[in-house]
């Protein structure tokens, strides 16, 4: 049974105060990908720079989510609605509290994403790690893919589940023609056209 007896309870400090004390806009980049695309790297490398800049941001993983807040959740069509549901709502939390969220999650769905957009509006921004198939399972730094194929792991992205790439993405990064550094600039230059704080 769900509590009827709640109320929503305004802040005190304004999104726009809190963003003046960080010096940038807050948001979200939401990576999505397939395994193995370059997620985690990209969304890790670009936090440990901002941070290095003195931007608020964090990253929120899809292994370390599943290792506590999600972790009673499987791989079904259903579980993986509720892990976004989940985790679009604390990437919310982080990006009202003044925070660009960069988050790194396979996030097969064209539905759940939009679901995650309507949420957090403005602060959503979609971002495509785009990596061929046969690029990822060629890199496979986790041996998923050759897990995958024995049939060893059901349900993985791919290959025995559907991934559905995003029909507009506000950034498209190409993976598979970029290396590291050169998808780190393209990040950035998008960061610092969207987030830099201007009054």
Known sequence: MKSTNIQHTEHLVSPFDRCLKNGHRNGILWFT?????????????????????????????????????????????ADRAENMRRVGQVAKLFAESGCLVITAFISPYRKDREQIRILSGDLFHEVYIATPLEIC???????????????????????????????????????????VEESLEQLIEYVVNNFTLTQ
């Open 137 to 179: 399972e060629q890199r496979d730094p986790k041996g998923l893919y050759a897990k995958a194929r024995c049939g060893e792991i059901e349900s993985f992205t791919g290959i025995s589940a559907p991934y559905e790439p995003p029909k507009a993405p506000d950034l498209r990064v190409e993976t598979s023609q970029l290396s």
């Open 33 to 77: 990908g397939l395994s193995g695309s370059g997620k985690t790297t990209l969304a890790f490398e670009l936090e440990r720079i901002l941070f290095q800049k003195g931007w608020y941001t964090f990253v929120l993983d899809g292994d370390n989510m599943r290792h506590g807040l999600c972790a009673d959740l499987g791989f079904s069509a």
